[in-house]
């Protein structure tokens, strides 16, 4: 079955210092992935749509020169929390919902999730 | 803009019992998808069962089952036999046939299995 990989799974770094999250399909190609980020017993909200090759797109109120997204393959794309503070400390998650190369329409695929990632910032 | 509602934060069940969690959502599409997931206290989401809705007959899949009313768009997951391992926060996700494919979550419900 579809695999997605986040890496890595738990980072602790200083205020001030950015962290890059990885997230890469692992056995199959991925045009479009999902960062979410997530607090402890909520729901997943969505940060951006990372697609590749293009400019990812941001959810309103995410600040995208905070969250730098780059999807520079079709199995792999990364997010960067810059200039980190206390109050970016939380779980991200990715996700990708394959989808055959060249069909346009979703179909009952369901998305695929990386094991997350916990950051925490002092 | 596409809603999904969890009406029920946190619920718990005896194991070997079975347990209804509701989901509730709001679209003027008549074509979409459905999903249950699952995330377990390792935090990793995983699929549980998943509905066309231009399918009429309820999905199953093993002890998982849904009741989806299009009509009320009313999509609750059935849990039979209820084991300790189901012990998550369960989320229902919407995601229309086009675009993105991204999903709408709704705020999670979480299960406690009791032995």
């Known amino acids: 079955g579809a695999v997605v990989s986040q890496h890595p799974s738990r980072v602790i770094c200083k205020s001030g210092t950015s962290v890059k999250i990885e997230c890469r399909s692992l056995?199959?190609?991925?045009?479009?992935m999902f960062w979410y980020r997530q607090f402890p017993k909520q729901s997943l909200m969505l940060m951006a749509t990372?697609?590749?090759?293009?400019?990812?797109?941001?959810e309103q109120g995410v600040e995208k020169d905070k969250f730098l997204i780059n999807h520079a393959s079709l199995t792999l794309s990364t997010l960067t929390v810059t200039s980190a503070h206390p109050e970016d400390s939380s779980f991200y998650i990715c996700?990708?919902?394959?989808?055959?190369?060249?069909?346009?329409?979703?179909?009952?695929?369901?998305?695929?999730f990386g094991n997350g990632t916990r950051l925490t910032v002092t | 803009a596409q809603t999904v509602t969890q009406s029920q934060p946190e619920m718990s069940v005896q194991e070997a019992e079975t347990v209804t969690l509701s989901c509730t959502y709001d679209?003027?599409?008549?074509?979409?998808?459905l999903f249950w997931y699952k995330q377990p206290p390792s935090r990793q989401m995983i699929l549980v069962i998943r509905?066309?809705?231009?399918k009429q007959q309820n999905a199953t899949e093993n002890r998982f089952s849904v009741n989806f009313q299009k009509a009320a768009k009313s999509f609750s997951l059935k849990i039979s036999d209820s084991q300790l391992g189901d012990t998550a926060m369960y989320f229902c996700?919407?995601?229309?046939?086009w675009g993105t494919g991204k999903s709408t979550f709704g705020d999670g419900t979480t299960l406690t299995v009791k032995p």
């Open positions: 996700s990708a919902r394959w989808r055959p190369s060249g069909q346009i329409e979703v179909d009952n695929s369901p998305l695929h």
């Open positions: 679209t003027s599409e008549n074509n979409y998808y």
């Open positions: 509905q066309e809705a231009y």
């Open positions: 990372s697609n590749e090759g293009s400019k990812a797109t941001y």
């Open positions: 996700a919407f995601t229309l046939p």
């Open positions: 056995d199959f190609q991925a045009t479009t």
